[in-house]
Nanobody, 116 residues
Framework: QVQFVESGGGLVQSGGSLRLSCAASGFIFSSYTIGWYRQAPGKERELVARITNFGGGITNYLDSVKGRFTISRDNAKNTVYPQMNSLNAEDTAVYYC????????WGQGTQVTVSS
């Protein structure tokens, strides 16, 4: 069974940084593009970043996080690592990971709260 476990969230001041983790299981991790999503209060869930399983890990980012967020993956550990810098209040959300090309059940997510 496909499973995602997100961690690393917390409370951080505006301008601060956080490194999240997403551990995956139940599928061949190296065969899938992995996406990092977020859902802010009262808003739809959105795709923030993704990293492919080919080309050495091609990354794409939501315009509002470009230059601040980076995403990497460790296929040996079945884990994706979003690094979030220069955080602001608009980044406050629950963060999740999933497979954009073959969506699975959502994990519990990890809460990121940025205080201004």
């Amino acid at each position: 069974q496909v499973q995602f476990v997100e961690s690393g969230g917390g409370l951080v001041q505006s301008g601060g940084s956080l490194r999240l983790s997403c551990a995956a299981s139940g599928f061949i991790f190296s065969s899938y593009t992995i996406g990092w999503y977020r859902q802010a209060p009262g808003k739809e869930r959105e795709l923030v970043a993704r990293i492919t399983n080919f080309g050495g890990g091609i990354t794409n980012y939501l315009d509002s996080v470009k230059g601040r967020f980076t995403i990497s993956r460790d296929n040996a550990k079945n884990t994706v690592y979003p690094q979030m810098n220069s955080l602001n209040a608009e980044d406050t959300a629950v963060y999740y990971c999933n497979r954009p090309t073959s969506m699975a059940n959502w994990g519990q997510g990890t809460q990121v709260t940025v205080s201004s």
